[in-house]
Protein backbone atom coordinates (compact mmCIF):
# COMPACT_ATOMS: atom_id res chain seq x y z
CA UNK A 1 0.00 0.00 0.00
CA UNK A 2 1.32 3.63 -0.75
CA UNK A 3 -0.10 6.60 0.69
CA UNK A 4 -0.23 9.63 -1.87
CA UNK A 5 -0.18 13.54 -0.06
CA UNK A 6 -0.41 16.25 -2.04
CA UNK A 7 0.47 20.01 -1.13
CA UNK A 8 0.97 23.05 -2.54
CA UNK A 9 -2.69 24.53 -3.54
CA UNK A 10 -3.92 27.64 -2.46
CA UNK A 11 -5.50 31.04 -3.88
CA UNK A 12 -4.07 33.14 -6.62
CA UNK A 13 -4.48 35.66 -8.72
CA UNK A 14 -5.40 34.97 -12.62
CA UNK A 15 -1.93 34.97 -14.57
CA UNK A 16 0.03 33.29 -11.17
CA UNK A 17 1.63 30.55 -10.80
CA UNK A 18 1.53 27.39 -8.40
CA UNK A 19 3.39 24.04 -8.17
CA UNK A 20 1.56 21.09 -6.52
CA UNK A 21 4.09 18.38 -4.69
CA UNK A 22 2.42 14.48 -4.39
CA UNK A 23 4.93 12.53 -2.10
CA UNK A 24 4.66 8.88 -1.95
CA UNK A 25 5.01 6.53 1.21
CA UNK A 26 6.82 4.25 -0.84
CA UNK A 27 8.71 4.06 -4.31
CA UNK A 28 6.61 4.88 -7.42
CA UNK A 29 9.03 4.43 -10.11
CA UNK A 30 7.52 1.53 -11.68
CA UNK A 31 4.18 3.44 -11.24
CA UNK A 32 2.08 5.83 -13.88
CA UNK A 33 1.36 8.72 -12.11
CA UNK A 34 -0.73 11.60 -13.17
CA UNK A 35 -2.77 14.76 -11.37
CA UNK A 36 -6.70 14.86 -12.12
CA UNK A 37 -8.88 17.91 -11.40
CA UNK A 38 -12.41 17.87 -9.89
CA UNK A 39 -14.73 21.10 -10.36
CA UNK A 40 -17.85 21.81 -8.32
CA UNK A 41 -20.59 20.16 -9.85
CA UNK A 42 -18.11 18.46 -12.72
CA UNK A 43 -16.66 15.00 -13.18
CA UNK A 44 -12.97 14.09 -12.38
CA UNK A 45 -10.65 14.89 -15.35
CA UNK A 46 -7.02 14.09 -16.64
CA UNK A 47 -4.93 16.89 -16.56
CA UNK A 48 -1.60 15.17 -16.53
CA UNK A 49 0.22 11.90 -16.88
CA UNK A 50 3.81 10.83 -16.97
CA UNK A 51 4.48 6.73 -17.84
CA UNK A 52 7.44 5.14 -15.67
CA UNK A 53 9.60 5.91 -18.50
CA UNK A 54 8.83 9.56 -17.99
CA UNK A 55 6.22 9.80 -21.43
CA UNK A 56 3.83 12.91 -20.98
CA UNK A 57 0.14 13.57 -21.53
CA UNK A 58 -2.00 16.39 -21.14
CA UNK A 59 -5.21 18.33 -21.21
CA UNK A 60 -6.09 20.26 -24.36
CA UNK A 61 -6.81 22.93 -22.02
CA UNK A 62 -3.81 23.23 -19.84
CA UNK A 63 -0.98 22.78 -22.61
CA UNK A 64 1.94 24.57 -22.79
CA UNK A 65 0.83 26.09 -18.73
CA UNK A 66 1.00 22.83 -16.79
CA UNK A 67 4.35 20.91 -16.88
CA UNK A 68 4.07 17.15 -14.78
CA UNK A 69 7.72 15.86 -12.94
CA UNK A 70 8.87 13.32 -11.48
CA UNK A 71 11.64 12.66 -8.91
CA UNK A 72 12.33 9.20 -8.02
CA UNK A 73 14.24 9.16 -5.72
CA UNK A 74 12.58 11.21 -3.62
CA UNK A 75 9.24 9.36 -4.50
CA UNK A 76 7.72 12.80 -5.27
CA UNK A 77 5.65 14.08 -8.23
CA UNK A 78 4.98 17.59 -9.18
CA UNK A 79 2.67 19.87 -11.24
CA UNK A 80 4.06 23.13 -11.99
CA UNK A 81 0.96 25.38 -13.07
CA UNK A 82 1.90 28.55 -15.08
CA UNK A 83 -0.60 31.15 -16.57
CA UNK A 84 -3.14 29.81 -13.89
CA UNK A 85 -6.98 31.08 -15.05
CA UNK A 86 -10.48 31.08 -12.83
CA UNK A 87 -11.46 27.79 -14.80
CA UNK A 88 -8.69 26.10 -13.19
CA UNK A 89 -10.44 26.09 -10.16
CA UNK A 90 -10.50 22.63 -8.20
CA UNK A 91 -9.62 20.50 -6.21
CA UNK A 92 -6.42 18.53 -7.28
CA UNK A 93 -5.95 14.93 -6.92
CA UNK A 94 -2.57 13.07 -7.18
CA UNK A 95 -2.88 9.25 -8.56
CA UNK A 96 -0.13 6.75 -9.23
CA UNK A 97 -0.99 2.92 -10.48
CA UNK A 98 0.40 -0.01 -12.04
CA UNK A 99 -1.46 -3.11 -14.02
CA UNK A 100 -2.41 -4.22 -10.38
CA UNK A 101 -3.25 -1.51 -8.12
CA UNK A 102 -4.14 2.43 -8.01
CA UNK A 103 -3.84 4.81 -5.34
CA UNK A 104 -5.25 8.14 -4.87
CA UNK A 105 -4.49 11.25 -2.42
CA UNK A 106 -6.94 13.21 -0.52
CA UNK A 107 -6.42 16.06 -2.95
CA UNK A 108 -5.27 20.04 -2.69
CA UNK A 109 -7.69 22.91 -3.51
CA UNK A 110 -6.27 25.58 -6.17
CA UNK A 111 -8.53 28.47 -6.34
CA UNK A 112 -7.50 30.88 -8.99
CA UNK A 113 -9.43 34.48 -8.42
CA UNK A 114 -10.55 36.66 -11.40
Known amino acids: QVQLVESGGGLVQAGGSLRLSCAAS???????VGWYRQAPGKQRELVAA???????NYADSVKGRFTISRDNAKNTVYLQMNELQPEDTAVYYC?????????WGQGTQVTVSS
Open 95 to 103: NARTWTVNY
Open 26 to 32: GSIFRFN
Open 50 to 56: MTSDGST
